[in-house]
T-cell receptor
Framework: DAKTTQPPSMDCAEGRAANLPCNHSTISGNEYVYWYRQIHSQGPQYIIH???NNETNEMASLIITEDRKSSTLILPHATLRDTAVYYC?????????????FGTGTLLAVQP | EAGVTQSPTHLIKTRGQQATLRCSPI?????VYWYQQALGLGLQFLLW???????NRGNFPPRFSGRQFPNYSSELNVNALELEDSALYLCASSLVENTEAFFGQGTRLTVV
């Protein structure tokens, strides 16, 4: 699986948009981009995934560049409860859970 | 709908003992995955069970084993515990491979 690069930490003011970047320059054509988050000492939570097109759901938006070498997860109105470690993962097989390789992620701290 | 449940929440064992961790998947989910998360590290894939069979295992020694029961619940057994086995053990379930996985809250295993 392709590796990803994420900043180790980011801050965001409550109520503002949080934009979390991820580089995956070696991604191959059939690999998906997945985002999970892990709130302290809890199990990871699926957020969103995409292949080529931008995606949006009730939690977030995923913007994938045209060359697919990077992506950005957008939390439109961050709240204190969004403070968590966010993992960007690229995976074959449509994101088969046993193929998910979790890196160290980005610790997003939402400030009041 | 009940989520993935794991028991116990915390477990303290002595080096050399055996630990048994349990996981109940979401109703209807046939796949169960186990991950290990040592303090400050990412999630490491341990085992994948589907329809009662072990489908894949990560790079862990044979003393990490498990099984899946006819009702799709699962056990993770760790024999001959070592201090380095201290970690958060997370279970996830999904309908089938390649679908969104839901994680439990984990079992915190401490080996002293």
């Amino acid at each position: 699986d392709a590796k990803t690069t994420q900043p180790p930490s980011m801050d965001c003011a409550e109520g503002r948009a949080a934009n979390l970047p991820c580089n995956h320059s070696t991604i191959s054509g059939n690999e998906y981009v997945y985002w999970y988050r892990q709130i302290h000492s809890q199990g990871p939570q699926y957020i969103i995934h995409g292949l080529k097109n931008n995606e949006t759901n009730e939690m977030a938006s995923l913007i994938i560049t045209e060359d697919r070498k990077s992506s950005t997860l957008i939390l439109p109105h961050a709240t204190l409860r969004d403070t968590a470690v966010y993992y960007c993962i690229v995976s074959h097989n449509g994101g088969a859970t046993n193929k998910l390789i979790f890196g160290t992620g980005t610790l997003l701290a939402v400030q009041p | 709908e009940a989520g993935v449940t794991q028991s116990p929440t915390h477990l303290i064992k002595t080096r050399g003992q055996q630990a048994t961790l349990r996981c109940s998947p979401i109703s209807g989910h046939t796949s169960v995955y186990w991950y290990q998360q040592a303090l400050g590290l990412g999630l490491q894939f341990l085992l994948w069970y589907d329809e009662g069979e072990e489908r894949n295992r990560g790079n862990f020694p044979p003393r990490f084993s498990g099984r899946q029961f006819p009702n799709y619940s699962s056990e993770l057994n760790v024999n001959a515990l070592e201090l380095e086995d201290s970690a958060l053990y997370l279970c996830a379930s999904s309908l089938v491979e390649n679908t969104e996985a839901f994680f439990g809250q984990g079992t915190r295993l401490t080996v002293v």
